[in-house]
């Protein structure tokens, strides 16, 4: 059973940035496809970013491109979402999900779920 940890959540100021992690345990970091996927108060949760397994391929959601950059450390069991120029409409709970299968854009159904980290941009 994959567990999930992020960290890296808070409160800034809209154009600022926050650096998100994830840290997996009780599995194979590397047999995993990771993604960062969002929910603000009221809406369906959202896919933000995925990673394949070495890397090798990312994806964004249109609402994030330019600003965000997913990365991961296999050595160190990790995923990261760097996240820049905030705008308050990226407020929301900030979720890690890992998954066996091919890595796809807009990806928003995951084997395993961490249990959210909260980013609140303010204007």
């Known amino acids: 059973q994959l567990q999930l940890v992020e960290s890296g959540g808070g409160l800034v100021q809209a154009g600022g940035s926050l650096r998100l992690s994830c840290v997996a345990s009780?599995?194979?970091?590397?047999?995993?496809?990771m993604g960062w996927l969002r929910q603000a108060p009221g809406k369906e949760r959202e896919f933000v970013a995925t990673?394949?397994?070495?890397?090798?391929?990312?994806y964004y959601a249109d609402a994030v491109k330019g600003r965000s950059t997913i990365s991961r450390d296999n050595a160190k069991n990790t995923v990261y979402l760097q996240m820049n120029n905030l705008e308050p409409e990226d407020t929301a709970v900030y979720y890690c999900?890992?998954?066996?299968?091919?890595?796809?854009?807009?990806?928003?159904?995951?084997?395993?779920w961490g249990q959210g980290t909260q980013v609140t941009v303010s204007s």
């Open positions: 999900a890992a998954d066996r299968g091919v890595t796809q854009p807009n990806r928003r159904r995951y084997d395993y």
């Open positions: 009780g599995g194979t970091f590397s047999s995993y496809t």
């Open positions: 990673i394949s397994r070495f890397s090798s391929t990312t």
